[in-house]
T-cell receptor, first 112, second 116 residues
Framework: KQEVTQIPAALSVPEGENLVLNCSFT??????LQWFRQDPGKGLTSLLL?????REQTSGRLNASLDKSSGRSTLYIAASQPGDSATYLC???????????FGTGTRLTVIP | GAVVSQHPSWVICKSGTSVKIECRSL??????MFWYRQFPKQSLMLMAT?????????EQGVEKDKFLINHASLTLSTLTVTSAHPEDSSFYIC????????????FGPGTRLTVT
């Protein structure tokens, strides 16, 4: 069964700092991997989707990389803002129509 | 991107009653939907896979007679928590993959269930 680990569990940074969130997964036979943010008591907002054949994906200040063979993905956030404060989840999938596997996420706090 | 809605967003019910939660894909068809449960400060755990026109597939440890799933159309799946107990209080979230375009998974806003 796929196990997902995210490090650190919590992170607090001053506004404007660049930061990296790490995700590792045990089964490298993935189809794609998504990064989400979850605000307290809310659902999930999709940030980036990386297909297994891709190495990275960018959206605005966010850049996600994928090293499938080593079972790792990173999410880079540039010039962090207080509005970025949330829990960030990475979730690999075995197939396009298959469920996602989640870790416990990284809780990010950006201090104004 | 695609939109998935859930209703209700929160519900409080008494122990022993049943609660139905709806999950709808608003602008795409979803032959498959997934139901997750999330306890406070924990990860999302898959409960079951909902398949349009056929029986749902439940994860190990999830009682199929307690959590009834019906996927009656290509845009609607329902989860009914029968004879709810306080330990069923949780955040229930559904998702649906957009299989036509990117295979990206879209999540509903979640339903907060509190059983008293």
């Amino acid at each position: 069964k796929q196990e997902v680990t995210q490090i650190p569990a919590a992170l607090s940074v001053p506004e404007g700092e660049n930061l990296v969130l790490n995700c590792s997964f045990t089964d490298s036979a993935i189809y794609n991997l998504q990064w989400f943010r979850q605000d307290p008591g809310k659902g999930l907002t999709s940030l980036l989707l990386i297909q297994s054949s891709q190495r990275e994906q960018t959206s605005g200040r966010l850049n996600a990389s994928l090293d499938k063979s080593s079972g790792r993905s990173t999410l880079y956030i540039a010039a962090s803002q207080p509005g970025d404060s949330a829990t960030y989840l990475c979730a690999p999938s075995r197939g396009g129509a298959n469920n996602l596997f989640f870790g416990t996420g990284t809780r990010l706090t950006v201090i104004p | 991107g695609a939109v998935v809605s859930q209703h209700p967003s929160w519900v409080i019910c008494k122990s022993g009653t049943s609660v139905k939660i709806e999950c709808r894909s608003l602008d795409f068809q979803a032959t498959t939907m997934f139901w997750y449960r999330q306890f406070p400060k924990q990860s999302l755990m898959l409960m079951a896979t909902s398949n349009e026109g056929s029986k749902a597939t439940y994860e190990q440890g999830v009682e199929k007679d307690k959590f009834l799933i019906n996927h009656a159309s290509l845009t609607l799946s329902t989860l009914t928590v029968t004879s709810a107990h306080p330990e069923d209080s949780s955040f229930y979230i559904c998702s649906a993959p957009d299989r036509v375009h990117s295979h990206e998974q879209y999540f509903g806003p979640g339903t907060r269930l509190t059983v008293t």
